[in-house]
């Protein structure tokens, strides 16, 4: 018994009636193609408003501010508190607060219960009271004068003969070798001992 064999034509990829196959991606045949429409790709996408309070403008001048407070309400930045006074009052008539003599007699009468308001009054030193019978002489003052010794300011501050001078030349030319200019260096040894006159012997 003979088999039948069935074969089936696979569909053409074609487009119009010519039988060829159809290329991949978009042509445009209209005025605007060319090299210089190809190589437009257009304006660069904006921020979405979501992300708009996160970016940083790059404009110069532009106040940066931060993210948390743009989404805080509008305040008028001319609404202000407190009273308006005249501008031609001065500043100094503004902040004047002297009361008036009533005022005053009440406030010294207030104040009065103080030990202070007696013993400090204002623009006046210190007073005690009890002061001793000699500080009322107008020539009295405290302390007792030193005599004179015969020795000036200069003189204590910059001796020129200490008794401690030489002493103190000698430590120093021996600690830090503090020699005058000129003069000649010694080491302190006893040329007795080496039957040696070093102002005439020669080595």
Same mark, same amino acid.
């Given at each position: 018994?003979?088999?039948?064999?069935?074969?089936?034509?696979?569909?053409?990829?074609?487009?119009?009636?010519? =039988?060829? !196959?159809? +290329?991949?991606? *978009?042509?445009?045949?209209? @005025?605007? $193609?060319?090299?210089?429409?190809? %190589?437009?790709?257009?304006?660069?996408?904006?921020?979405?408003?979501?992300?708009?309070?996160?970016?940083?403008?790059?404009?110069?001048?532009?106040?940066?501010?931060?993210?948390?407070?743009?989404?805080?309400?509008?305040?008028?930045?001319?609404?202000?508190? =407190?009273? !308006?006074? +005249?501008?031609? *009052?001065?500043?100094?008539? @503004?902040? $004047?607060?002297?009361?008036?003599? %009533?005022?005053?007699?009440?406030?010294?009468?207030?104040?009065?219960?103080?030990?202070?308001?007696?013993?400090?009054?204002?623009?006046?030193?210190?007073?005690?009271?009890?002061?001793?019978?000699?500080?009322?002489?107008?020539?009295?003052?405290?302390?007792?004068?030193?005599?004179?010794?015969?020795?000036?300011?200069?003189?204590?501050?910059?001796?020129?003969?200490?008794?401690?001078?030489?002493?103190?030349?000698?430590?120093?030319?021996?600690?830090?070798?503090?020699?005058?200019?000129?003069?000649?260096?010694?080491?302190?040894?006893?040329?007795?001992?080496?039957?040696?006159?070093?102002?005439?012997?020669?080595?």
């Amino acid at each position: 018994m003979a088999a039948r064999v069935c074969v089936m034509a696979a569909p053409a990829l074609t487009r119009g009636a010519k =039988g060829t !196959v159809r +290329p991949a991606g *978009v042509k445009n045949y209209g @005025a605007d $193609d060319s090299a210089a429409a190809a %190589l437009d790709f257009g304006g660069r996408p904006s921020t979405p408003e979501r992300l708009r309070r996160f970016r940083v403008p790059a404009e110069p001048g532009v106040r940066v501010r931060p993210a948390g407070p743009m989404r805080d309400d509008k305040v008028d930045d001319t609404r202000f508190f =407190g009273q !308006v006074k +005249p501008k031609d *009052v001065p500043a100094a008539q @503004a902040m $004047d607060n002297s009361m008036t003599p %009533l005022q005053e007699y009440e406030a010294s009468k207030a104040e009065a219960v103080y030990r202070t308001a007696a013993r400090e009054r204002l623009g006046q030193s210190y007073s005690y009271q009890s002061r001793p019978a000699k500080t009322a002489d107008p020539g009295f003052a405290f302390g007792k004068p030193s005599g004179r010794s015969g020795i000036t300011t200069k003189e204590l501050t910059c001796p020129v003969d200490h008794p401690e001078y030489e002493e103190a030349e000698k430590v120093y030319k021996k600690s830090h070798g503090a020699f005058a200019p000129g003069e000649q260096r010694t080491r302190m040894v006893d040329w007795s001992r080496a039957r040696v006159d070093p102002s005439s012997h020669r080595f």
